[in-house]
């Protein structure tokens, strides 16, 4: 066994299998759905690498749905090498919000956002919490919000815009394979990997 399937295993053992409890029934979902999530999780991660965020490395990517998730990113996070400015907040909205704006893009109604949308807020509000001490009142944080919106929504359609074809590669990886690797995710979004290369998944 390589150390790749190493990695997936354990990832599955600790998030999939431990939320299989007597009272969750697995999620069967239709074509359209499930092209829908893996366009969703392949956008965030191209959003991850367009914006060049090294501090939250890709793990693991996968379409397969546990009690929490439909499909899910499942990333590292580098705290020593964070500076929690502005721009960082924007890119931790980006990232949040990436999946409904790929899908949009791609011309699905998107379904599968809403918990995105809550992670995006709370960020916002710890940015404006952390470094906008002379914001106070409900009118000017929500005006801040919408602001930080607008600039993430901004970031995420130029990365999409500008990584189309490889947005549709690591959608189609995700059907084929239903999980991936950072590390595959990462060569198919160089072009060093190919879909015809992309070893099937062997799992115990």
């Excluded at 929490?68 to 919000?97: C, L, M, P, Q």
Aim: hydrophobic content about 40%; charged content about 30%.
């Amino acid at each position: 066994m390589n150390q790749g399937t190493n990695v997936i295993n354990m990832w599955i053992e600790e998030n999939i299998f431990g939320n299989y409890t007597d009272d969750f029934k697995p999620v069967i979902r239709t074509e359209q759905e499930l092209r829908e999530t893996a366009f969703h999780e392949a956008g965030h991660f191209i959003v991850n690498k367009a914006l060049r965020m090294d501090y939250m490395p890709i793990i693991v990517i996968t379409i397969v749905p546990t009690k929490e998730h439909w499909g899910v990113n499942y990333s590292d996070f580098i705290e020593e090498s964070i500076t929690k400015n502005e721009r960082y907040y924007i890119e931790r909205i980006a990232y949040a919000v990436a999946g409904k704006i790929a899908s949009e893009q791609m011309g699905f109604e998107p379904v599968f956002w809403k918990g995105d949308f809550i992670k995006a807020v709370d960020i916002a509000e710890e940015y404006i919490e952390k470094c906008c001490p002379y914001i106070n009142s409900k009118e000017e944080k929500e005006e801040k919000t919408i602001e930080l919106f607008r600039k993430a929504g901004q970031e995420v359609k130029k990365a999409i815009s500008e990584n189309k074809e490889k947005l549709e590669i690591i959608a189609e990886a995700l059907l084929l394979r239903k999980i991936l690797l950072g590390e595959e995710a990462q060569a198919l979004y160089d072009g060093t990997l190919t879909l015809e290369e992309l070893e099937p998944l062997e799992l115990d």
